[in-house]
Each structure stands twice: as C-alpha cells, then as structure tokens.
C-alpha cells in the first residue's frame, strides 16, 4: 500500500522532539481561540508568524494546524458552560450540551464533545489518507444546483423539529432568511435593505446573532431565575472522564453517522456548520430518545460535534488540492502556505511529498494531543461554574461584546448584539423555537446564490435540480427527510398490521 | 542545528545593524508609525488582494520592516464598500492603508454608495493583475479564435462564463466578449475567484477570465487551458510553468483580434489627510517589499506585471482608470440608478 | 441565593398576575415582525421582486419571505387577541423584570461607555458595578478582579493576538 507507506514517512518527518512542541504550543493556542469567540484563527497566525519563519514549512505548517485542530476544540467549551458558541459551528452543540451543564453535567457533556470530535476528526484524516485523490475528484461534481440541493438537505433534515406553533417556527424563520438578505446580492449586484447606511452594507452576521441569541438571552433568562445557573453546586469530579467513556460506545451509531455527513460536508464543501445542524437534525429523527433532544441528551452532543469536526478536518482536502478553502480558518492556513513558496493544488501531493504527508501526520499526532490536552482540562472548565454568577455574568458580557465587535471592527455591532439579547429573551418566552431561525440565517444567502446561479445557468429551468443522477438524488432524499415524520407513521401503521403484540408494549 | 541558529542569529543581527545605521540619518525627522499598522482588506478570504496583502505581512514581519507589526483586516462586506467607507471614515489616521482593486472604482459606481477614490491618499501602486481566458483542459477549443469563433458560430446563452462578483472586472470583460462575438455569454457570479476556477475544472461553465494566481495550480495539474491573456503586449515571464508554456507562450487576445485590454490595478492607499511624511514612509516601505525575494517570487507565480508608481504619476493613473471603468460600466449598463 | 422555580403564572410572593401579562407581550412581538415584514416586502419591491428570463430578481425571495412572515404574524396577533387559553398568565412579574433590567440597562450603559472610554475602562467599570450591585462583594475582591480582567484582556487582544478594540483616552496616554 502506497499510501500506507507514505504515511510512515510522513510520521518519521512530524514526529520529532520540537515538532511535538510545535503541536503542544499550536494546540493550546487554539484552544484559547476557540473559546474567546474575539479571537480567530486570523490572529493566531498573525502572533505566530514571525517565529514561523526560523523553521521548516513542515514544521511551521504542523503547528498552524494545530490551532485549527485546537480552535475545533476550544468551540465546545463555552458553548456547553454558558450557552455562548465560539465558533458558528458549535451552536448546535448549545442545544442539548448547555441544558446538561445546566443539570450538573457539564464535565459528561464536555468529555463527550471532546471525544465525539476526536472520533469524527479521525475518521476524516483516515479518509483523506487514503481516498485523497478519490475524495477531490467527488468534490469537483459539485456546481452551484449540486450545492443548492445539499443546502436544501440540510434545512429539510432540521425543520419540523420544535415543539413550537407552526405559525412561530415559520415567523422565526422567515425573520432568519430576512436577516440573511441584507446587504449586497452577489448575483446581481444590487444593495437589499440597507435603506442607504453604510454600517448595514456587510449585512447581518450570523456570529453576532446567536453571540446575542443564546449568549445574552441566556444572562437574561438566568438573571429573572436569581442570579445563579443551575449548575452551581454540581459535584467536580475528576473521574468524569471514564464515567463518560463508558456510556459512549452505545452511541457507534449516532457517531458514524454525523461523521459521515461531517465528511461529505466538509469536501462538497457545505461546511461545518451545516453539516453539525444536519448531523443533529438526522439523530433527532432516527434515535430512540429523538422525544428529549433539546433537554440535556448526550446523543445532542455526540452528533453535532462528530459532524463538524469531520467537516473541519475533511475541509483541508479541497484547499491543498483545489486550493478552495473550506472555511475561514482554513483560508488562513492557505495564506500560511503562499508564504513557503508552496502552490496549493493538484500537484502539491506529488511535488511536495514530505510536506503532505507530514501534514496528514500531524493530523493524527495533533488530534490525539488535542484530546489528551483538552480531557485533562475538563473539571478546571466544569469548575468555572462554581465561580458566582455575579461575578461571571459581566466577564461574560463583556467577552461576548468584544466577541461582537471583532467580526467587523463595527461598534454598532455590539448594539445588535444587545438587540438579539432581547430577542432572544422574548423569543425563548414566548416559545419561538431560534434554532430554525440560526439556520436560515446560516444557510439562506448561500442557498439563495446557489439557487439563483443555478437558474442562470439553465435559463429558468427548475428541471435543472433533477437534471442529473447527483443532484437528483440529493434533492429526493431532501424530500424523504421533509416528509419523514409522514413516512414513519405509514411505517408503522404497516407493522402494526403484522404484529399487534410489539405495538402494545409501552413506549420507552 | 546549532550552528544553524548561531548564524541564522549572527545574520539577522548583522542585518539589523546595517539597517539601522542605513536609517540612523534619515529616521531624525521622518515619520513612522507608533503604534499596529491596519492593513485593510476590501475583499474575502482567498481571494487575491488577500493573498498579496498577507504575502506583505509576512516578508513585513519577516524582515523587520516596520517596528510596529501588521494586522490584516478583511472587510468585504457590499462588494468591498464596507472597507472603503471604513478607510474614508479614519480620515487622518496615518496607522491605516487598504489595497485596492478594481472594485475602488467598480463598487461607488454600481452600488451608488458614497464614496470615490479622492477621499483617500493615494500611495503607491504595487503591481497590474492580468486577466487571462481560460478554458476547461477537455475543451476542444485550443485558441482563442477557435472559442471565439464557435461562440460566434452558436445561439446567445449558450456558452457559460463563470467570474468573481456581479458588475465587476470579470463582468466586464464578458460584456466586451459579448459585443465582439455578438452573442451573449451566460456569466454566473461566484464569490471568489478561487470558486470560479474550481467551477471551470468541473467543467460546470464554458470559461473564466481569472486572474493568473488564481488558476495557475489547475493550469500546471493540466486541468485548464490558456487561452489568451486581455493585454496588448504578452507576459513576459519565460520560464516553464508546464511541461512545454509559459506565460510568455500565451498569445494576446489582440493576436485573435479581440480588442481587449484590461489590467487591474493592485495598488495602496490611505485614508485621507495624510502628511506628505506619512505617505513618503509607506512609499519607502513598499520599495523595500518589492525588494524582497519573497515578492520577487509571488510576482512570478502570479504573473503579474511588475509596474510601480507613486505620487502625482500614480494619482494621474488612478485617475485614468477611473474615467475608463465610467465608460465601460456605462456601456454595459451597470451604472446605480 | 437559592433559584426560584421559574413559574409564569405567579410571582415570586405568590400572588397570581402580578406583571406583564403575556397576552400584551405576545401581540407587541407579533407586531413587531409584522412591521418587519412589511419593510421588506417594500424594499423588495424597490429592487424588483419578479421573475425575469433568466431566473428570480435580487427581490424575489425576500418578497415571499415578508409576505410569509406577515401572514405568520397575524396568525400570532390573532391567537394573542382572541385565544383566552394560549396567552393567559404573566409573561414576567414586575420584581423579576426589575432583575432582568438590572442586568440589561448596565449593559446598554457599559456599549455607550465604550464609545467614549474604549472597551477597556468600560468593562472594568461594569465588571465592577455589577458585583457591587449584585454580589455586594468587598471592596477587596472588587477591585482586583475588575482590574485584573481588563488588564488581561489587553494584553491577549492588543498586545498578542494585535486585534485591536476600541480605546480611549487612558490608552492613548499610554501610548496606543
């Protein structure tokens, strides 16, 4: 096996004293990164330049991943302990990791983030090992129908979960795809609802919405229930680790599964974030405790996490071999890899043999660094808790409106985020369901363009979207998952008509 | 190893005492910044004003240039015009510059959104991006005739152009092939220029007016073709991108007789109200990156053509483009109602 | 403090309705995304909501989404005007809102500050008024911590990681 071999060279090239330092420094940076939602990976590299240039792009290199590897990481420690997500693609994980630090189970929900990361990132690196060239040739069959038949994939996978009143869940995301419209159309040019004002120009983004959304409303929710979170007095306990690790390989499924997608998202490339709200959408609807997502369920936390980390990782295949940055982050990294002289595509897996493969190799080396690291700070996050409300309520303010204000340098940023604060208060009061409305806002502009481009392309056709067996396929199984609740309940009037006795027992 | 670090810092000390006793005369009176110089980006991630800005940034960092560091800014927002605004909002403030390209022009023009290059200080101009057509390796059209003439030769919107944006640069050009052929190209706008080249492997457009850094990698991976290069005079890089071309081996598009040249301006400016020192210090800054090898080598990769300009000439031409993209953007009726 | 069981229909003396009712909340949201709707519908229609030969105008989605999100709102006005059952209760009782705006109106105070003090003091005042409000800590913790946290911050955002924040006038004394 060639590629086996390669990888061997590749490990005897990561694999030095000062590497595994590298790996150690990068990991950590990241993680810090992950968690302040002001700091991206844009700055990491920035501070981490200049000493970049005493060393070899190889090591250099490895240690710029390792912030990505670290920032992946870092996104599900604040979004479990307070609600906040740090990076976009750790807003699913909120949904059922915030309710379980809530109860007292912040250190099970953040082991099993951690680990469900680690798994989902693995699993991708073994892909991109070995189906690499496979892998990029896939990636290129996507055109604008094909990305907008993955967009409406995703949005049929998730809708129809609330609980809410269909005339809320609908309000809520219309007000998402509204939000989304604002700014500059790309496909033709012309300015949507700025009403002349330079500050709306940018449109609304999606990381000083749910900053407001989940973050603020939540200090808000938490302040009319006196001053404390519910986690308070919750019990550090070093051994949470293993107690966690022991219920987890229940989960095989829910976690190959939101790998899968991971891994389909990240090269296509959809992208993390979709592909964890995904991810979480499909395990809702196929697990057996679907009925609790949203109170607390470890499987909430497993799926979006094993999806966006497949993603995050798999989105490196299509920046070395296309030179397509999978998201921002990566886009740094290919900024990183312009100024070794190196030329990302399709040649740099055979001019640049040492370099990739030793890159793959950190892959692996990094993320079992990452996971050892980050296991081992777990009761220090759980114990953040204990520290009393009134203390941790401004720090958090204030980290959420620097947070607010680095997307755009904009002041008037941290503004909207006290708007979406009350929003979200109003919202979780009145029982209007924010989940569909993150996900309009995430997905709409990119399904609008792919859409509108796609009718470019076929003069207005809408038969472009079953032209092909790709598209067509993807496009049905929208369909299927839209109407699944449906599907299940023909399903089972079927197997009521061949066993009576199973449909009596009680449901769990 | 050791010895390598003795001398790599024996070097560099070296190198710093020469640069300071360099400066030591002419640093008595000169400006220079005193605190982070922000480098505004009006563009995304990837794209290659980007990928110039953070090549500065890093042969800045990497050779001492500045005492303050860089920071790379990105604010793309509305074609670009969240950037300029920003820049002509911080007027007076010397520790900001943004590099342009030709949404300086593109962007007020189109979007109607107040603002014009003469609210900034022009700096220096770094570099002209060409524009080449390219064409899917699989594709049997080998020249720009050929293409052309089977565009010629087919019905309006049959053939696909793919191009960064909606009335910009790439717009442009399309709407010039349109009236050369006399049919119309479908243009589909993608968000970079890096999406467009991808979208032209997989083979889902006809053709691409990318810029050359931007399909280089596809190009040597014999994934895409050359076809001729929007200029009236050829790349003059000759040494081998492929197994038998190099730049300098692309026909103009004059030689097919398409009457197009178009280069876009890859240039820096500040905000306004600059001091004639502040600008002076920059200027000097931007010699020293054009210096560097590492620039040496970017610009060979990326083909790009190495003019550089400063003080009234560069204004003078800045000028001229401006009055240029009036015309066209008029004629292909992209102008904001 | 101990959590109290966040109930809706009572307050916290045990008194029944004793507060904004939810009725009234629920019809001011519902009319606050109508008038929403009704923007965008109208700015669509400035950019053009139809469908041209060569697929949707820059407007047409958006017309849809207001049009939709009127509807959906009005069907929300009309639940909070006539349903007796679904908007009965306190939306939130007068002592817990006084909570909820002894949080948000610092917050709002602590953006505006920011404006003209940089983010720095501002968040150092903040951190420091709100413990002495809400926590009625010493002095003695007080002070380190609003201190500390601000100084931190600097040194991560604008010495090390050179993003910068907003600042004022102490940081420009200091040279920033």
Redesign the interface.
């Known amino acids: 096996m060639e590629e086996f071999s390669n990888l061997m060279q590749g490990f005897s090239v990561a694999l030095t004293y000062q590497n595994l330092l590298f790996m150690l420094v990068g990991i950590l940076l990241g993680v810090l990164i992950g968690v ?1 939602p ?2 991206g990976g844009a ?2 590299v ?2 981490l330049l200049p000493l970049t240039f005493t060393m070899s792009p190889t090591s250099a290199i490895i240690m710029l991943s390792c912030i990505y590897w670290g920032a992946l990481f870092g996104g599900a420690i604040t979004s479990i302990l307070f609600n906040i997500p740090g990076e976009p693609w750790s807003v699913a994980t909120t949904f059922d990791g915030h309710p379980m630090a809530k109860a007292g189970r912040a250190g099970e929900a953040l082991t099993a983030a951690f680990t469900s990361s680690f798994v989902g990132a693995l699993i991708a690196v073994i892909m991109i090992t070995f189906l690499a060239p496979l892998v990029a040739k896939f990636s290129l069959k996507f055109g604008p129908p094909e990305f907008f038949a993955v967009q409406l994939l995703t949005f049929c996978s998730f809708v129809g979960l609330g609980k809410g ?1 269909p ?2 869940t ?2 809520a995301m ?2 998402g ?2 939000l989304a ?1 604002v700014g500059l ?1 790309t ?2 040019g ?4 700025t ?1 002349g004002t330079g500050e709306l120009l940018r449109g609304f983004n999606f990381l000083i919405a749910v900053i407001g959304l989940f973050g ?1 409303g939540e ?2 929710l938490t ?6 979170f ?1 986690g308070v007095h919750a019990r550090i306990n070093p051994s949470v680790v293993w107690q966690t690790w022991k219920q987890l390989p229940k989960y095989w499924m829910t976690a190959l599964r939101g790998t899968l997608i991971g891994c389909w998202m990240g090269i296509t490339p959809g992208g993390a974030t979709p592909a964890s709200f995904m991810s979480y959408g499909i395990a809702k609807r196929f697990s057996k405790n679907g009925e609790k997502f949203g109170t607390g369920e470890i499987e909430g936390v497993i799926a979006p996490e094993t999806a966006a980390h497949a993603a995050g990782t798999s989105a490196l295949l299509p920046m070395l071999t296309l030179g397509i940055p999978g998201s921002p982050t990566a886009a740094v990294l290919l900024g990183g890899l312009l100024i070794w002289g190196l030329q990302p595509g399709p040649l740099l897996f055979v001019e640049q043999k040492d370099f990739v493969w030793g890159l793959i190799a950190s892959m692996y080396l990094g993320n079992i660094v990452g996971l050892i690291i980050v296991l081992t700070t777990v009761p220090w996050w759980a114990a953040i808790l204990r520290v ?4 941790i ?3 958090i ?2 980290i959420c ?2 947070g607010a ?2 997307v755009n ?1 904009a ?1 008037l940023d ?2 909207l985020m ?1 708007v979406f ?2 929003v979200g ?3 979780k ?2 029982d ?1 369901p924010l989940a569909p409305l993150v996900l309009a806002l995430v997905l709409g502009d990119m399904a ?1 363009s792919s ?2 481009q ?3 392309m076929s ?2 056709e809408v038969s472009i979207f079953w032209s092909n067996g790709l598209v067509g396929s993807i496009c049905g199984l929208a369909m299927l998952m839209l109407f699944w609740p449906v599907v299940t309940k023909l399903l089972a009037r079927l197997r009521r008509g061949n066993n009576d006795l199973d449909d009596a027992r009680p449901v769990e | 190893m050791q010895t390598n670090h003795v001398s790599t810092l024996f070097r560099s000390l070296v190198a710093a005492t020469t640069a300071l006793g360099m400066l030591a005369p002419a640093s008595v009176l000169a400006w220079e910044p ?3 110089v ?1 480098f505004v980006v009006p563009a995304g991630t990837g794209g290659g004003a980007d990928q110039m800005s953070r090549l500065i940034q890093g042969v800045v960092s990497k050779h001492n240039l500045i005492k303050q ?1 860089m ?1 790379v800014v990105n604010k793309s927002g509305g074609a670009g015009g969240e950037g300029f605004l920003y820049i002509k909002d911080s007027k007076g403030d010397p520790h900001k510059i943004i590099i342009t390209l030709s949404n300086l022009f593109t962007t007020p023009l189109a979007t109607g959104i107040p603002f014009n290059w003469k609210d900034l200080t022009p700096v220096a101009m770094l570099a002209l991006d060409e524009f080449v057509l390219w064409v899917n390796a699989d594709s049997p059209h080998k020249t720009a005739k050929d293409y052309l003439a089977a565009v010629k030769a087919g019905t309006d ?1 049959q053939f696909k152009m793919a191009g960064t944006g909606s009335k910009q640069e790439d717009q442009i050009i399309t709407v010039a092939l349109d009236k050369f052929t006399g049919k119309k190209f ?1 243009y589909v706008p993608f968000k970079g220029g890096g999406d467009v080249a991808v979208q032209l492997v997989g083979g889902h457009v006809d053709s691409t007016v990318n810029n050359p850094i931007e399909a280089v990698a596809h190009w040597r991976a014999g994934k895409l073709r050359p076809l001729c290069v929007f200029d009236d005079k050829r790349i003059p890089y000759k040494e081998k991108i492929t197994e038998t071309m190099s730049w300098s081996d692309i026909p103009t598009c004059m030689e097919a007789g398409v009457k197009v040249d178009y280069l876009m301006l890859r240039g820096i400016f500040m905000p306004g109200g600059a001091s004639q020192d502040q600008v002076k210090f920059y200027v000097d800054l931007f010699k020293k990156v054009r210096e560097t090898p590492e620039w040496k080598d970017f610009m060979e990769k990326g083909a790009f053509n190495q003019s550089f300009m400063a003080g009234k000439e560069y204004a003078d031409w800045v000028q001229k483009a401006e009055d240029t993209h009036k015309g066209l953007m008029k004629d292909a009726g992209f102008l904001a109602q | ?4 069981v ?1 109930d ?1 229909n009572h307050s916290d003396d045990g008194k029944p309705h004793h507060g904004v009712s ?1 009725r009234a ?2 019809f001011a ?2 009319v606050f ?1 109508f008038i ?2 009704i ?2 519908i109208v ?2 229609r400035r ?1 053009g909501a139809g ?9 047409y ?2 017309y849809y ?2 049009i ?2 009127c509807i ?2 009005v ?2 006005i009309w ?1 909070a005007l006539f349903s007796a059952k ?1 908007v009965a209760g306190v ?2 009782s007068h002592k ?2 006084r ?2 705006l ?3 109106i610092p ?2 105070i ?2 505006v500050a ?2 003209f003090i940089g ?1 720095y003091v501002a ?1 150092a005042l ?2 420091g008024a ?2 002495y409000w ?2 009625r ?1 010493a002095w003695t913790r007080i002070i380190p ?1 609003s201190v500390i ?2 100084v931190v ?1 600097f040194l ?2 604008e010495v ?7 600042k004022g006038p102490l940081e420009t004394l200091i ?2």
């Open positions: 302040l002001g700091l700055n990491g920035a501070i009143h005339a809320k609908i309000a219309m007000l795809f509204a419209s159309d496909v033709t012309t300015l949507r609802m009403f603020i200090i808000l302040m009319e229930e006196g001053l404390a519910k009393p409300f009134s203390i309520a401004p720090i303010i204030v409106a620097i204000y680095t340098n002041m941290v503004v006290l604060g009350i208060y109003l919202f009061k009145l209007y609008e859409f509108r796609s009718m470019l003069r207005g | 005193t605190k982070p922000e560091p920071v919107n479908i | 403090m101990i959590a109290s966040n809706n939810t909340v629920e949201v519902a995304t929403l709707g923007v965008v700015d669509s950019v469908w041209a030969e060569d697929g949707p105008q820059a407007g989605f958006p989404i207001g939709i999100l959906a709102s069907w929300t639940r679904d939306f939130v817990k809102f909570l909820v002894s949080v948000f917050s709002m602590y953006v920011t404006y983010i968040s903040f951190i709100f413990m809400h926590g800590f911590i946290v601000p911050m991560l955002f090390w990681f050179l993003v910068p924040l907003p040279g920033y």
